[in-house]
């Protein structure tokens, strides 16, 4: 049986164990869904299992489990490193959603679940694909999975396992499946991610919250102090104003410029999905570039006061903001962080106190283009697309690839199939049927192309 007919052959069943994958809620930001994040560990390990793995082991951290399982066929054959999550982000606002979250349902031609693309729709490509490999004799190389719990809350016990396990991880090349695709048909590899400074920060006035009437003009407003703050952190070309923010970035030639240029675009399309009107960043900049090339400062959620039905007229005792920085190449997570706080601590005014909570961070990460590894990707993509994949670089990041680099001495591959417009993090988050096969259809050519060209 080829490994096309054996997909077809099995392609309900794909789907249904993706489902039951899917259906449990993995989110490891919450502790309420703890359980869940266990019980999505062992079915990882099962499923790894079922599709011919060995020495499957759920290991420990100090937080959620990593699975690790290996098919070694030959020491002499090369060896790919698998990684993916099974962690996935909270489902809010639950009211946004028009299908639940983790009780998925196909629509047009994609699975709606928390979890569908980020990660586990692309995660679970890659153990089926596995499962073609040794169902139909066609596994040229090692294979190594390494499946973690909390890629979506920072890998803080990834770099420990990595360092303990040098030895056992010992590999060619890193595969991973979290990026994207730009269209259906126009496949395209990621060579760069930015790297990310994530904080909170908390602005505290008076000793409980007041009534404004009384209070109101006399006392610091946390939640006005806390926005002004935010404002004035861009200037009028939304420009960052963080001392030293840019002193570290790369700038792009006008060459490289003119290349990333090439890549297929409609800004009215863009516009169009969002609902938007016009677009907004860094004045002088394409959208493109302002979210792939240069860095950026986002407030993800703020708070503070009454904010329940009805009317409560009071100044909050405090007001809390969470902030992410997405980074480019050589800015380094923890001098932005620092940066963010020694700003942000100065930039108070004396009626309130603040305090800057970092939370997690990662390298932006550019990988090469003329390496075997990119090769073997391309073509295989090129043989399945019909169409040599476009190299992009991409605005998201994942912290944990430039471990992989300083710790394991390994370069990754970045061979997602996701699409921009799958609303991963959002409500309604979705992955095509089509990016699915397709992922599990291309990612064994991966194999076959980098196992004859490492001979």
């Not at 992989?404 to 409500?427: C, Q, R, W, Y």
Request: proline residues 7%; aromatic residues 10%; negative net charge.
């Amino acid at each position: 049986m080829t490994q096309e007919q054996y997909i077809e052959t099995n392609k309900n069943r794909f789907l249904d164990e993706l489902f039951t994958l899917l259906r449990i809620a993995s989110v490891s930001a919450d502790p309420k869904y703890s359980a869940e994040v266990f019980k999505t560990a062992d079915a990882v390990a099962d499923s790894l299992k079922k599709a011919g793995a060995e020495n499957i082991e759920i290991c420990p951290t100090p937080g959620y489990p990593i699975v690790y399982g290996e098919k070694i066929i030959d020491k002499n054959l090369p060896t790919v490193l698998v990684y993916g999550h099974y962690d996935v982000q909270p489902p809010d606002p639950i009211d946004l959603w028009k299908s639940p979250p983790f009780e998925p349902e196909i629509r047009d031609g994609r699975i709606y679940a928390r979890g569908a693309c980020d990660d586990k729709g692309q995660m679970y490509m890659h153990i089926k694909a596995f499962e073609v490999m040794m169902n139909t004799g066609t596994l040229p190389c090692n294979i190594k999975f390494m499946i973690e719990g909390e890629e979506e809350v920072g890998s803080s016990n990834l770099g420990p396992f990595l360092e303990k396990n040098r030895e056992r991880l010992k590999a060619d090349v890193v595969l991973v499946s979290d990026t994207g695709i730009i269209a259906n048909d126009v496949p395209s590899i990621t060579t760069g991610l930015r790297g990310l400074s994530y904080v909170e920060v908390e602005v505290t006035g008076p000793n409980r919250d007041l009534h404004s009437g009384i209070y109101g003009g006399a006392v610091a407003n946390p939640i006005n102090i806390l926005c002004e703050m935010i404002a004035a952190m861009k200037d009028e070309n939304n420009h960052i104003t963080i001392p030293g923010f840019y002193s570290d970035v790369v700038e792009i030639t006008t060459e490289e410029r003119a290349e990333m240029a090439k890549a297929p675009f409609s800004l009215e399309e863009y516009k169009a999905h969002l609902d938007l009107s016009d677009i907004h960043g860094e004045t002088g900049f394409s959208t493109n570039e302002r979210v792939s090339i240069r860095p950026t400062l986002d407030v993800n959620g703020i708070w503070g006061g009454y904010t329940g039905e009805g009317a409560k007229t009071v100044i909050a005792s405090k007001a809390f903001a969470k902030i992410s920085m997405r980074l480019v190449p050589n800015q380094h997570p923890d001098k932005i962080t620092e940066l963010f706080k020694n700003y942000f601590e100065k930039a108070a005014p004396k009626s309130v106190k603040v305090e800057v909570r970092p939370h997690h961070g990662g390298f932006p990460v550019v990988t090469p283009t003329d390496s075997i590894e990119y090769k073997a990707a391309a073509k295989a993509m090129e043989h399945t697309f019909g169409k040599k994949p476009v190299p992009v670089r991409t605005g998201g990041s994942i912290p944990i690839i430039a471990l992989f680099e300083n710790i394991l001495g390994l370069k990754t591959v970045l061979m997602g199939f996701g699409l921009d417009s799958d609303a991963i993090h959002s409500p309604n988050e979705h992955y095509g049927v089509f990016n699915y096969f397709k992922g599990i259809e291309t990612i064994p050519f991966f194999y076959k192309f980098y196992a004859e060209m490492k001979k």
